[in-house]
């Protein structure tokens, strides 16, 4: 599946932009979690939505970058006791939630997929089925 071309892409750059090339903006890397943030609001998406969601908002620094992800899951989710500002992070290619890498205190891991927290004996995502970081 091809993405659009970002602006500053030559033609021949165009011929290699495809998702989880060289050129794609997304990809894998390691950070430091600036900062994350959590609000509960109606999809701004769907305006007639009544339904609320959790919207957290992690900002991870890479040198001298900054990346912002949103990761939009169900309202009952708060993953803003789990992250702390400072916290080393790795963020992995198609996710919004990063992966915490200092988990030898931690109880419970979050899901990068769906979110929930769960505990460190288990190795599967018991609400998604995706395999857990740990």
Known sequence: MKKERSLGFSRKGEKYYAKG???????TFDGRLLRVERCVARDPGVPDSKRLYSFHTFVIQKG?????????????????????????????YGHEIPEKYDKSGDSEVVCIVCGEQISCRRSICPYCGSVLLK
Request: aromatic share 16%; proline share 0%.
């Open 64 to 92: 001298a970058k900054n990346r912002t992800y949103v990761f939009k899951g169900v309202k009952e989710i708060d993953l803003t006791g789990y992250f702390k500002e400072g916290d080393r992070v790795r963020h992995h």
């Open 21 to 27: 090339s060289f050129f794609d903006e997304d990809k």
